[in-house]
């Protein structure tokens, strides 16, 4: 079926459509917008789906065209039909429809459901573009358009001032990281002269005819950037928590399965342009970022900014694995996060939901009994993530991870490797604290007494994710890569066997150990914990006060960027600000006074001198005249005598003349 | 040389002078015009010395006989007999008259005495016969004559119509 | 003739002169009218002293004028005259110096 290809740009197409006529919508026509959201979400699948088949029959299939001309050359876009791109298209429309359909009953309250869908659909169009395109400019183009459609759903409840000033800060932040992205797509395109991925051999990723492959390590890192800055990579991780704003669906789609994975995304496409520098590079900021978050999140007390750190902490996995292992190791790990981050996110929304509004996890507990399917899911989900062996996508995809660090492929240091397993115990402790307090103990306030299970339409996509997040774990097994064969094209046996094999295996039971110690210990700190009442000190809190609070503190990141980076900026606003009042503003103050002063000199000057000028000319005229016919008065013999003089002197003229 | 023509000529002239003289600085206008009179009178003579007897006669038919006449009407009927003793009887700028009076006739003189014609003989004895002036009259100057006609007609309607009195019906008596 | 040629030309200058040195000095307006009708006549013996000295006296071209210019100062003075009166009549006075309603 490779006239899929031609229809390829239907799958971004059909959610930009539909968000495009929501925003033309009034606010009561709720039902539409949302059915125009989950139709096209649907179509988007189908078609996505049926590409995903297509896969199978043939290689990767482009379809160019030119956008526009400049000059002698021109700027061409294009989509590309590719493993990687259909199985992160099937991936991004699944979770996006399970969402759309959640959200139907999560924000069936609220005023503002009209533009929420019309948002969500934008984002949907952006980010199944982004997947699709085969031009790093209509990548780009995509990227922020995501951004903006992430900055649209961080600030919905833009009347709570901190909503607003989440959004400013997720968009500013991930705009730092784009400047690199932007300056490293400039560097290729200067060394390469063209933005396309592939375009028949002459593509930037091909082995280009005229210049040879560029794997160059600056523009792999200016271009890690971009991804450093969208998907929460160490210096840039501040804006995820605080992206915790927005609603919850939007968490979980966006900051959690698809947005933040777009960085993961763009690292695995531009694979062929990491040079091995690059790649430590890549690495080593993937295991720094995955044990920093993972530590900071064993101190917080909000369910979402648990889950938020969680995600970063993923996040820095899925660079270890594209760093050491390769693209299919962290686009493994990126689907199955995908679908059990997804579904955590969800449960914890059920559960806000349920506890009316509640996000502190101090406020809850003993809600397995009243959230029962809430529950069951959540702990699938958290098993998932911990990396519980055999059955849960987690460890299939983690394990694969930490397998690649294995001497034979990484060249590196095996500092990454210890700091990835460290993050799992961190993984497997704070996420079973979690449980432990939410909803496992006594209820600690009457909201949690009364807590509710939420309605089929929330409950239903929960299951759904969890089914996935078991079953999609069994697609990447050593015995089976069916996952990673199917990205680099080679065919995967059925073999038993590799499961036995020397370093997998010892990851393997190096790593279930960490994580059943983590799990035994920090349910049995919290455990007991649970049924004591919520203002009690944290146990940790208690046995390490100082540690606790700066790991509570976030390690002080905003703080320290708030003393420099915002103070810098504040000022050369300020200064900015000044010389354009002042300066600017006083030049063109002082352009406008000196052609006043023009008209005014030129008024006087009409008045005084040309005015005046008729006017004395006129009264010259006249005061001659008066002054002449002063001769005329009326005395007839002084007539008479000037008629005497007059005659006297023609006489001697006449005698005198003619002498 | 005729003494007896000499003295008669100088006689005449005298008198036209001193009537001249009188005409024009008596105070009283009745006597003015009876001198410009006598000065009319002297200046006939002269024409009739200088053998223009018709003009000589005409002068005193027309000047003695009407104009004089005319002044003293006119004297009386402006009651410029009555001449009040107080006002003056020269004009406000006389003082600026006579020289210029003076100087016009200093230049006549010196225009005579440079003129060429003084070398003139006085030519021989000649006829002026009032025939003669007749067929001239009719013949020559016969379209001057009929323009003074007209002039003469014009110059009495119009006299006459600036003398009229002008009806005034508010006033019962005017003047 | 004995009297040189001159001598009339010179008493019709002297008369000219009088005539109008009273017609500029005096206030009356009658006597600027007679100082007119000197001038003229000092004017008509110029005349006929030039047509008696002159080439052709048969011609009587003198005398023609002399007639001529006789009736037409007879015109002028009576209109002359009639005008003073009637002047007369509105201002009352005779004098002209009070004639000024003529001035620019």
Redesign the interface.
Known sequence: MESIIKYLWLIPAAPLLAAGISALLPRRRRRLSAGLAIGAISLSLLLSCAAFVATFHSGPVTNNFRWFDFGSTSVQLGWVLDPLGAIMAVMVALVSLLIFIYSLGYMAKDPNFTRFFCFLALFAAAMLGLVLANSLLLFFMCWELVGLASYLLIGFWFQKPSAAAAAKKAFIVTRIGDLGFLVGMLLLYATTGTLLFYDHGQGCLEPTAAGGLVASTTIALLIFCGAVGKSGQLPLHVWLPDAMEGPTPVSALIHAATMVAAGVFLIARVYPLMTLDAKQVVAWVGALTAVFAASIAVAQNDIKRILAYSTVSQLGYMMMGLGAGGVAVGMFHLTTHAFFKALLFLGAGSVIHGCHEEQDIRKMGGLRLRLPVTFATYAVGMMALCGVPLFFSGFWSKDAILDSFDREHWLGSQAPFYLGLFGAFLTAFYMTRQVCRVFFGKPNTPEAEHAHESPPVMTIPLVILAGLAVVAGFFGTPAWPWFQAYLTGRQAGFDLSKLMEGHALMVMLFSTGLVTVAIVWSGWIYGRAASRPARETDPLQAAQPALFACLQKKFYVDEFYDATVVRLTAAFAKFSDWLDRVVLGGLVRAVCWLVLALARLDRNVDESVVNEGFDVGSETVRDSGRWVSRLQNG?V??YL?VI??A??AL??L??WGSR | ??MP??IA?LLC?LV??VG??A???LRN?IH??LC?AG??AG?AA??LQ???Q??GF??LL??VG??AI??V???L????ADILPG????????W???P??????A????????SP??R?L??PE?Q?PVK??GE??MN??VM?LET?GL??TA??L??VV??L?EPRPSEPNS? | ???????????A???????????????????V???L??ML?AA??NF????????H??R?T???F???S??????????G??????I??HRRT?Q??RFDSLKG
């Open positions: 005395q013999q002084r005598r005497g003089l005659f006297c006489l001697l006449l005698l | 040389m005729s023509n000499e000529f002239a036209t002078l001249a003289v005409a024009m600085m206008l003015c015009a410009a000065a009319f200046l002269i024409y200088l053998d223009a018709f003009a005409a002068q027309i000047y009407a104009i005319l002044i009407f006119t004297v009927l402006t009651r410029g006002t003056a009887s020269a004009a406000p700028s006389w600026m008259g006579l210029v009076g003076g100087l016009v006739l230049c006549l003189i010196e225009s005579i005495l440079a014609s003084l003139r006085p030519p000649i002026a003669q002036i001239q009259l020559q100057f001057p003074i002039l003469l110059a009495l119009g006299a600036i003398g009195r003047q | 003739m004995t009297t040189p040629l001159a001598h009339y030309l010179i008493l200058a002297l008369l000219f002169s009088i005539g109008l040195a009273g017609a500029l000095a005096r206030r009356n307006a009658v006597l009218l007679i100082g009708e000197l006549n008509n013996l006929i002293a030039f047509w008696r000295f002159g080439p006296p048969e009587l003198g005398v023609m002399v007639l001529f006789i009736a037409i100062a007879a015109a002028e003075a009576a209109l005259l009639a005008l003073v009166i009637a007369y009549r005779a002209v110096d």
